[in-house]
């Protein structure tokens, strides 16, 4: 259970990191 809640923080954080990217590349790019 805990190895299954922590995959998915991991790949939560991953997709938060990517969307920050996106966001400030973004930001960058206007």
């Known amino acids: 259970m805990m190895r299954h809640s922590s995959l ?4 939560y954080n ?3 990191v990517s ?3 996106v966001q400030s590349s973004s ?3 206007v």
């Open 8 to 11: 998915g923080i991991h790949l």
């Open 27 to 29: 930001v960058v790019g």
């Open 14 to 16: 991953k997709l938060k």
């Open 19 to 21: 969307n920050i990217r």
